[in-house]
DNA sequence: GAAGTATTTAACAAAATAGTTATATAGTTA
DNA sequence: TAACTATATAACTATTTTGTTAAATACTTC
């Protein structure tokens, strides 16, 4: 599956995209996503395996933690770029803002 | 079921996203959008209902066929309102150039 | 290395999705 | 108004999604 339809099928997931924004203040551990939510511990992680698969977030270890990050790059370009492919006049606007964001 | 609900739900097929594309060169009537894609016309239909319930697309009679046009309001607006809700920094750029393109 | 904590993976059930064919509705034309 | 064309709705099926609980994995600490 490509890339854009791992994000949009991501996306259509209330909880994701929650967890996207919360993940916009900084990094959390697992545990402390799970905490945000009503559902079971399992049900998060494999939320976030999906985000994962999507290239929405990523992860790293944090001795017996896992800490999330969210990928904005991937959705802001992923996201634009679609509103680019249906209304042309408003494509360029968006990526030079996303790309202005990202550079290291 | 809020309107960013049923837009992402609504972006996450790919035939739906196809849809609103080929919407992107002008209004299309059922019966041509259905000569598109290898499924039945029932199937577009319901895809086509789906899109109108998030108000990706409006539709208006023609005779006997009815004849659909892209939003592009709705999708650059949510879209981009969802974007500014996860990457902060990106979100009023975004909203002007929607209400631009969009103003009476 | 045994016990404890954090997280994922597995197995399964319920609900939602997207397709099909058959039928109904709405407008057009003879 | 009868037949035709375009489209939607209904009824049904197969697949996918999302949740649950139980078990496995990985790291930490005693």
Redesign the pocket.
């Known amino acids: 599956m490509a890339t854009t339809a791992r994000v949009f ?1 991501a996306l ?5 995209r929650q967890i996207l924004q919360e993940l916009k203040t900084g990094e959390m ?6 905490e945000l ?14 985000l ?1 698969a999507a290239d929405l977030v990523t ?1 790293r ?8 990050k969210v990928e904005t790059e991937t959705l802001a370009n992923c996201l634009s770029e679609f509103i680019g492919s249906v209304c042309p006049a408003q494509i360029s606007v968006r990526k030079n803002v996303a790309k202005r964001k990202g550079k290291k």
């Open positions: 099928k259509a997931d209330p909880t994701r551990a697992a545990g402390e996503i799970v939510f009503d559902i079971s511990g399992p049900a998060v992680s494999r939320h976030l395996a999906i994962k992860e270890r944090d001795g017996n933690r896992i800490v999330y």
